[in-house]
């Protein structure tokens, strides 16, 4: 069974998370809408030429296939401080240089089948793992990158981040 996950208030996570925020379904179930967006992705992407997926649209931008694993790679860290707030660690996480992560990806020695794997299962752990967690663990409060978040704001932000992406590619990389 699906819990429902309530949307998190503004002092739940930085200001800068507000244009992740503005894009989910306040009303709607987090993990519901983890699991549509899964669908959607998926299927966008599916349907992609390899040109398309290592189409650049201007210099020194990502390709399709860099965003997806950029998506990836923010879901897995963003799902791990999540875990850890949940969990009452009061480390101070630091923050991740997304440039630096793209640029040591290798994306490109790497096929669509081999991310959209790795995409579906992070995707699957993400909603495990916040599907498992209390909702007193959803409402504790940590510390990344300087900022305080709550474990639930964590999972929206994973959730308006990819959206925020997918956006971008329709309208940049495939104009739609």
């Known amino acids: 069974m699906i819990k429902t996950i309530d ?16 894009l989910v379904k306040k009303d709607g ?35 399709i296939k860099e965003v997806l694993v ?11 401080r999540a875990l850890s707030f949940a969990r ?4 101070n996480f630091p923050g991740f240089e997304q440039e630096d992560y793209n ?7 790497r096929t ?8 579906e299962a992070i995707r699957l752990s993400t909603i495990t793992l916040f599907n498992g967690l209390s909702d007193r663990s959803l409402k504790r409060i940590g510390i ?13 932000h994973i959730l308006g981040h990819e959206l925020h992406h997918i956006q971008l590619i329709k309208k940049l990389y495939l104009k739609r």
Not at 88 to 91: E, F, I, S, W
Not at 144 to 156: I, Q
């Open 144 to 156: 990344a990158n300087g900022h305080e978040a709550s474990a639930r704001a964590l999972g929206y």
């Open 88 to 91: 009452n660690d009061k480390t």
């Open 29 to 63: 179930s987090l993990l519901e809408q983890l699991q549509s967006s899964l669908k959607k992705t998926k299927r966008l992407i599916n349907n992609l030429s390899q040109e398309e997926l290592d189409y650049k649209y201007a210099k020194n931008k990502w390709s």
């Open 112 to 119: 669509i089948n081999n991310i959209m794997e790795e995409y």
């Open 103 to 109: 640029l040591y990806s290798d994306t490109s020695e």
């Open 7 to 22: 949307f998190p208030s503004p002092k739940e996570y930085p200001p800068y998370a507000e244009m992740y925020m503005k």
């Open 70 to 80: 950029h998506i990836i790679d923010d879901e897995r860290i963003y799902g791990y």
